[in-house]
């Protein structure tokens, strides 16, 4: 029996994969897939376990030991015995040939290191009460001795530890932000694709001017329909017809509201202008703002004004594109930073303003997939259904993009990674006493370009880590597009 | 081509007015304006300082600000730097060249170091030559460029301390002294070449992104195009292998690199930037930094207004270029 069961069924394809199960065996194949993942994995459980990796909390600082280098760890006594790993007390003291500042070893006294041992309190996961270290001794706690793996920054605080803890933020905000930009760019961009075509209006008039055609063939008589052929009626009658008479109501008083703010603004500009405008400037104002004006009056109560919203939002990305990136993210964060912020909401600030200049390009990817898909089958058999613009727009194109979206995501992660560490590296972005691998790197050229030199732990250990995880990301975003690209199915 | 080119700088009006007014509205942004600091000032009292905000027009309403300001810059009047009580043009001029030097050197840079390697990895794909190139690619790929520049300058500080003198010059533009003369009284080919050398760790930094990206691009495109028909049909009328090269394959590979010279613009700009900071070129970017601390308001506006506008051309030229090149591409 047992045997014609197994005969039935073979053949029956018990190994056909789905779609993301092929991918995710395409993703392994890739050479440095893996490696990347486990790079970024460790990278990322670092940042998560930093208080208790790192002997120090993030802002605890050590005046007296500002620019210390790495601390010398020993593993044999002076006589060459073989003992448990140890530190010596490190001393700041003035050279006095060359009246520069040194750090010396004083090794009367060793200090061995102990790993899993208590230290500094913090809270686990922000709320767990705990006190292990990854390693330290007795003497972390008191300061009879330090440990400096990395060395120290300028306020000579621990920058083994500042690295795990600056971590969190250049690994997390990436990941926020490319969300909040995703977020925007696949409203926008799916908003612009599938209304595509379709007229939004700014302004309807009330009044119905004939034309010249009608007052020929009519006379007088076309003055008649001056209400009934207005943009505002039409628009009225259509709204009635296809049921959407609230829609059009909230729609109109949204027109009436932005118009008349837009001519109360015209009004205010041209007031201030004309005040401080003389000659040949003056009447090209008064011609400018003057036609501006006339015309939005005209079109209040004659015309008509609408715009393909999909135009307008494409036009803002073009907008934003135009400015070079660099100069939009200084100019934002350096106004913004001018506020006096908690690290928290600089976090949010710093955040937003990479979303903020970036969701562009996000928008313009995903438009030009829904305009694709919006034609397929599926999409008109949807509206066949009667679902509606939304429900389709989100319940049935932008899962078609879904794989798209994961591969551009991964592969702008390492511009936002870059970005952030730009900013902060500037001053304008994560500020001390909170930490960030770009603000640390920064300490690197403190006192000038000669500065380098004379502590180059502060270069190499947080640039190297900026790389490692652009690096890491790079690869897994090239990973992911050989995996996830359907066309890649064909190979 | 003319309507075309005509249409595409028509277009670019309502970018260029929504460009300005977006960084003018973030510069509202901040609390307070370039006046605010002087009120800690003893020396000033509130009349003054009414006073002079009223003579900056700092007390007008800002749309008011940003109309007087487009109108000053058709005119071709940048306004007035308030912390360097002068003409912006005049502070922004000397920067904007430095900047235009070092980005003008970092694309011939990228274009004569990114093709050939491009064109060889395709060639011989997949060979130990391709695979240290690809990976040369990525790393450059993903070096931070304000990492790269601090790696530079410290391997300049270490080749200083190697040999007693300057193989390559620890930041900056220009040398004090040219063999025992001022650097302005020196010969113009020295004054030229004395800039030249400090420029070479600038461009390679950044240069170093562009050209690692580059090079993927122009392999990806040698490799796509050496599998065509037109390919195989030369080979099969018996061309040499040369005249298949470079006359079918790159001709036709070459053309969306010559393009890319739009998208790289923006980045470079960027890149550059940050390069200037940490390698004390005297450029756009430190003088925008300066003037954000200070809120001067104009030197801001009149280095986004510039370089907006460098980029639009540098677009346009490209779609141009590539209409020229590709006469495939038709505009209607």
């Known amino acids: 029996m047992a045997e014609d069961k197994t005969n039935l069924l073979e053949g029956l394809g018990e190994h056909s994969l789905s779609h993301w199960q092929k991918a995710w065996l395409r993703f392994r194949r890739h050479p440095f897939a893996r490696w990347a993942g486990s790079i970024l994995v460790i990278l990322y459980l670092m940042a998560l376990f930093a208080d208790f990796i790192g002997p120090y909390p993030e802002a605890k600082s050590f005046r007296k030991l500002q ?86 920054d300028d306020f000579g605080r621990d920058l083994f530890s500042r690295i795990w ?29 599938y209304f595509a075509g379709q007229e939004m209006h700014l302004i309807r008039g009330f009044l119905h001017f004939p034309s010249r055609s009608e007052l020929a063939s009519e006379g007088a008589a076309a003055f008649r329909r001056v209400f009934s052929e207005s943009s505002l009626m039409r628009g009225w009658r259509n709204a009635v017809y296809e049921g959407q008479v609230s829609g059009y109501i909230v729609g109109l008083v949204f027109q009436y509201a932005f118009w008349i703010l837009s001519i109360v603004v015209v009004v205010i500009t041209m007031k201030g202008f004309l005040s401080i405008s003389t000659g040949l400037e003056l009447a090209v104002a008064i011609l400018v703002f003057g036609g501006l004006l006339v015309y939005m009056f005209w079109a209040l109560i004659f015309g ?188 | ?156 500080l270490y080749l200083k301390d190697v040999f007693g003198h300057e193989i390559f010059p620890i930041g900056g533009m220009r040398s004090l002294y040219i063999a025992g003369l001022d650097f302005y009284s020196a010969p113009k080919w020295r004054q030229w070449l004395d800039i030249l050398w400090h420029a070479v760790l600038p461009v390679i930094v950044s240069g170093t992104s562009g050209t690692a990206g580059l090079t993927r691009v122009m392999r990806t495109q040698m490799l796509e195009t050496k599998m065509q028909d037109y390919v195989r049909t030369a080979r099969a009328k018996g061309l040499p292998e040369r005249v298949v090269i470079y006359k079918h394959i790159l001709r036709n590979a070459i053309i969306p690199i010559i393009a890319s010279i739009g998208f790289l613009l923006p980045d470079l700009f960027g890149g550059a930037g940050l390069v200037e900071v940490v390698m004390g070129w005297p450029g756009l970017t430190p003088l925008m930094l300066d003037a954000l601390f200070s809120i001067d308001v104009y030197i801001i506006m009149g280095s986004i207004a510039i370089s907006v506008v460098l980029l639009m051309i540098g677009n346009l030229l490209s779609d141009l270029l590539l209409a020229w090149v590709d006469p495939r591409i038709r505009y209607s």
């Not at chain 1, 690994?171 to 694709?193: D, E, F, H, K, Q």
């Open chain 1, 67 to 152: 620019f210390a280098p790495p601390t010398a760890i020993h593993f044999k006594t002076e006589t060459g015995k073989l003992v448990r790993p140890y530190v010596c007390k490190v001393k700041r003291a003035r050279n006095l040939q060359t009246f520069k500042l040194e750090f010396k070893q004083d090794c009367n006294k060793h200090y061995p290191i102990y790993f899993l041992v208590h230290g500094f309190p913090y809270k686990f996961l922000g709320f767990i009460p705990m006190d292990l270290h990854l390693f330290g001794g007795p003497w972390v706690m008191s300061g009879k001795a330090h440990i400096f793996l990395w060395g120290t």
């Open chain 1, 165 to 193: 803890f600056g971590g969190r933020i250049s690994l997390t905000i990436g990941i926020l932000a490319s969300m909040v930009a995703l977020l925007l760019g696949i409203t926008l961009g799916g908003i612009s694709g």
């Open chain 1, 304 to 491: 008509e004004l609408a715009v393909d919203i999909d135009e307008l939002i494409m036009r803002s990305t073009e907008v934003l594109a135009a400015i070079p990136g660099l100069f939009l993210l200084i100019i934002l964060s350096g106004m913004l930073a001018k506020y006096d912020l908690p690290s928290a909401t600089r976090f949010m600030l710093v955040l937003s303003i990479l979303a903020f200049v970036s969701w562009g390009g996000l928008a313009r990817t995903v438009r030009g997939f829904v305009l694709q898909l919006r034609e397929m089958d599926y999409a008109q058999a949807a509206r066949a259904l009667g679902a509606g613009d939304w429900r389709i727009l989100f319940r049935h194109l932008l899962p078609g993009i879904l794989g798209y979206l994961i591969i551009v995501v991964s592969l702008a992660m390492p511009g936002y990674i870059l970005a952030e560490s730009s900013l902060s590296f500037l001053g304008l972005g994560i500020q001390d006493p909170a930490s960030s691998w770009g603000l640390l790197l920064s300490k690197a050229q403190q006192g000038g370009m000669t500065a380098l030199r004379d502590r180059p732990w502060l270069l190499f250990f947080p640039g190297f880590f900026i790389f490692v995880s652009i690096l890491a990301y790079n690869y897994l975003g090239d990973a992911l597009r050989d995996a996830l690209d359907p066309r890649a199915e064909q190979h």
């Open chain 2, 1 to 156: 081509m003319t309507a075309y080119i005509i249409r595409r700088f028509i277009h670019l009006i309502p970018t260029f007015l929504g460009a300005t007014f977006l960084a003018f509205l973030i510069i509202q942004l901040a609390p307070g304006d370039f006046v605010t600091r002087l009120e800690l000032d003893p020396s000033y009292n509130h009349q003054q300082i009414e006073n002079l905000r009223h003579l900056f027009g700092l007390d007008q309403p800002f749309t008011v600000q940003y109309a007087k300001w487009l109108s000053g810059f058709l005119k071709g009047y940048l306004g007035i730097s308030l912390s360097y009580q002068t003409d912006v043009w005049q502070v922004i001029k000397p920067r904007l060249l430095n900047s235009l030097v070092l980005v003008t050197l970092s694309i011939l840079f990228i274009y004569v170091v990114s093709i050939p390697i491009g064109i060889y990895s395709a060639l011989h794909q997949y060979s130990w030559g391709d695979r240290f190139w690809t990976t040369v690619a990525f790393i450059g790929l993903a070096i931070p460029n304000f990492f790269f520049a601090l790696l530079m300058l410290y391997f300049a």
